[in-house]
């Protein structure tokens, strides 16, 4: 039996589906994933956090196309993992040794506690948490 992929995007990289532009650094990268994600040749799992904060984002900066591509988003209906008592101590846990925000904690605990890769543009939080294991840098994704 063959497994596929597993990968944790954060919203570094889900938006980037978003915002497809030629001066958006390494769009391409993060529209291959989810095409590989939309042909089922991997697999994806989110904290149920993502849709927050990238609603957040696309309110602030595209406001005239919010509504649609969060329309769209939550029409993919990604797998989520819901906040639990174990999931939260693993992310305060990551939080207070990488000196990082519990909303960028948290998708690294949830790839670690799922055995998956968590695949973010966010350099700052990459040298931070590398440490950590299960992160890659959507530069290097490939």
Request: glycine content about 6%; charged content about 20%; overall charge negative.
């Given at each position: 039996?063959?497994?596929?992929?597993?990968?944790?995007?954060?919203?570094?990289?889900?938006l980037?589906w978003?915002?497809?532009s030629?001066?958006?650094?390494?769009?391409?990268k993060?529209?291959?994933?989810?095409?590989r994600?939309?042909?089922?040749?991997?697999?994806?799992?989110?904290?149920?956090l993502?849709?927050?904060?990238?609603?957040n984002?696309l309110g602030?900066?595209?406001?005239?196309?919010?509504?649609?591509?969060?329309?769209?988003?939550?029409?993919?209906?990604?797998d989520?993992?819901?906040?639990?008592?174990?999931?939260?101590?693993?992310t305060?846990?990551?939080?207070?040794?990488?000196?990082?925000t519990?909303y960028?904690?948290?998708?690294?605990?949830?790839?670690l506690?799922?055995?998956?890769?968590?695949?973010?543009?966010?350099?700052?939080y990459?040298?931070?948490a590398?440490k950590r294991?299960?992160?890659v840098?959507?530069e290097?994704?490939?």
């Amino acid at each position: 039996m063959s497994t596929v992929a597993l990968f944790v995007p954060d919203a570094s990289v889900i938006l980037k589906w978003a915002f497809r532009s030629a001066d958006e650094h390494d769009g391409d990268k993060a529209l291959g994933l989810l095409s590989r994600w939309l042909a089922g040749e991997c697999d994806l799992v989110l904290p149920s956090l993502w849709v927050y904060e990238c609603g957040n984002v696309l309110g602030l900066k595209a406001p005239d196309v919010a509504r649609d591509i969060m329309e769209v988003f939550l029409g993919y209906r990604f797998d989520e993992s819901p906040m639990t008592a174990n999931l939260s101590s693993a992310t305060l846990r990551i939080m207070q040794e990488c000196k990082v925000t519990f909303y960028d904690a948290v998708y690294h605990a949830v790839a670690l506690e799922k055995g998956a890769t968590l695949v973010t543009a966010d350099a700052a939080y990459f040298c931070k948490a590398q440490k950590r294991g299960n992160i890659v840098l959507l530069e290097n994704f490939s």
